[in-house]
């Protein structure tokens, strides 16, 4: 499963903004010798962690958006972090 992100539209004069900037897409990795899937989680401060998930390693953090950046999440959720 891939995680997409809908960003908060903050961006430069209509003329320089690119329509895609504000969408982001973790695709999973399905080919090559360790395929990866990635997830999310919430931490308690409402910022949104992406997570590279590959069989047999601990979860790796890809990326991390803070709570005014982003306002929608589709994908596998793994749960709250503590």
Request: aromatic content about 10%.
């Amino acid at each position: 499963m891939s995680v997409f992100i809908k960003l908060v539209e903050n961006r430069p004069p209509k003329e320089y903004a690119a329509l895609a900037a504000a969408d982001i897409s973790y695709d999973d990795i399905t080919e090559g010798e360790s395929p990866a899937t990635y997830e999310y989680d919430l931490l308690p401060s409402g910022a949104l962690r992406i997570l590279r998930m590959t069989k047999g390693e601990a979860a790796v953090v890809e990326s991390i958006y803070a709570p005014g950046l982003w306002f929608r999440v589709q994908g596998q959720c793994r749960g709250n972090a503590e």
